[in-house]
């Protein structure tokens, strides 16, 4: 018996009638089922809190996802709908620079909508085991110029400076994923960094990995929360609203990095004083052929 309710019986095959009817023999069954008792009721205990904890859990990252969908889905989806019924309405009274200002805005969030969508399609596959990198030999400084390309709409009002070690050894990755993560942290730069501010990317080998900075002069992170910057959702923990975004960006670079064998981590000297964004990724040597066809 348990505190509330019999989980168990236990059943004595063979045993000899008066060896049952004794005593002592009662007190030893009786001592082995309570410690039995005891033992399930733990264990259903355990597993009850687990089960509660889990469902916390998903209660708290579903409550995160909303709150990411309602606002930063929701304001692009405002903005779009706005300046395309403004064309309509209007759109033969508005001179060229007001159209194409409209135009922008309907394209730039839509991009953002697109990213929005993107991260959270990559964060499920990632997740499921769905995401798996196919790899590749590249070239890191091809690596980032395609990476700035694709990013350049979100760079435009900053000073972009690049600087690659000479020779860099050839990496291992997907090309794709890795445009994504560098896109997502040239982004999050982009998105903390004040206007005209100096956005840094340097690559170079460090031992046996090769490593990829970029560095913004923008808010900086407290260094209690330097490790949190990955969490899923959380911006949306923080209730950081004053920039746009769903917080699954630097967790996705965390996983599909991880995947590649490598790590990712986020540099801050204090609030204020800037981030710098540090991606590590192993060397590994190509045979011959790889490198001629790279």
């Known amino acids: 018996m348990t505190a509330d309710t019999t989980v168990a019986v236990l059943a004595l095959k063979n045993a000899a009638p008066t060896l049952v009817s004794s005593a002592g023999f009662r007190r030893v069954i009786g001592s082995i089922c309570r410690l039995a008792a005891l033992a399930v009721e733990h264990t259903l205990r355990k597993q009850e809190l687990e089960t509660a904890r889990v469902v916390s859990q998903t209660e708290g990252l579903r409550s995160a996802l909303l709150s990411a969908i309602s606002h930063d889905f929701g304001t692009p989806l405002s903005s779009i709908i706005g300046s395309a019924s403004s064309l309509l309405s209007y759109g033969k009274t508005y001179s060229p620079e007001v159209t194409d200002e409209l135009l922008t805005t309907i394209l730039e969030e839509a991009e953002r909508l697109s990213r929005f969508v993107k991260n959270v399609m990559q964060m499920t596959r990632l997740e499921s ?145 800037g981030t710098t964004i540090r991606i590590r990724l192993p060397i590994k040597t190509p045979d011959v052929a790889a490198v001629a066809e790279v």
Not at 139 to 151: G, H, N, P, Q
Not at 160 to 171: K, N, Q, R, S, T
Not at 242 to 267: F, N, Q, R, Y
């Open 129 to 273: 085991g769905a995401l798996v990198p196919r790899m590749h030999w590249a070239d890191v400084e091809d690596l980032i110029s395609t990476s700035l390309d694709a990013a350049h709409r979100r760079l435009r009002n900053h000073e972009i400076y690049a600087d690659v070690g000479d020779v860099l050894p050839l990496v291992h990755v997907d090309f794709v994923l890795m445009e994504s993560v560098m896109v997502n942290v040239l982004d999050n730069a982009a998105k903390y960094a004040p206007v005209e501010s100096n956005i840094q990317i340097t690559a170079r080998k460090l031992g046996q990995d090769v490593i990829i900075d970029v560095a913004d002069q923008g808010r900086g992170i407290a260094p209690e929360d330097l490790g949190a910057v990955f969490d899923k959702f959380y911006r949306t923990k923080r209730r950081d609203r004053t920039v746009p975004g769903t917080g699954l960006g630097l967790a996705i670079c965390k996983g599909i990095v991880e995947a590649h064998g490598g790590t990712i981590e986020a540099l801050s000297e204090g609030m204020d004083r």
